[in-house]
């Protein structure tokens, strides 16, 4: 399972990365404070420039913004149940939600897909 060290509660190191003004940061923020509502277990790290949300020190998802999207970023996605069909890739886990401006997501779908995640994380630890 990977694990990543340092991961704590609300990073003022993230705060500052949500907290820019442009609109693909933002579409990163209202899904990383979703991430971040999953549980009061929550915890966060910046890993490789980027929010990462963790249960412990395991990864269950993260936010990355590029020039024209924004990604929601899966650790275990491949195994993750997705109807809505939102999921990309072709890693052997790892799976994103490309999210581009002018092009609303399923929001219930993405939304499930993030508790998913984190459930998925809860479940793999426990069974450790």
């Given at each position: ?44 790290l910046m890993h ?44 052997k886990n790892m ?32 069974a450790e």
């Amino acid at each position: 399972m990977l694990r990543f060290s340092g991961a704590g509660k609300q990073d003022p190191i993230i705060e500052e990365w949500l907290n820019k003004t442009d609109a693909l940061t933002a579409v990163a923020r209202t899904w990383f404070r979703r991430m971040r509502a999953c549980g009061e277990d929550v915890l966060e790290l910046m890993h490789d420039g980027h929010p990462i949300a963790c249960l412990e020190d395991a990864p269950f998802a993260y936010v990355n913004v590029f020039k024209s999207h924004t990604n929601v970023g899966f650790f275990y996605g491949a195994h993750l149940d997705d109807p809505a069909g939102l999921l990309e890739g072709t890693g052997k886990n790892m799976r994103h939600v490309k999210l581009t401006p002018g092009r609303e997501p399923d929001s219930a779908a993405l939304e499930n897909l993030i508790h998913a995640s984190y459930l998925d994380v809860k479940i793999r630890l426990r069974a450790e």
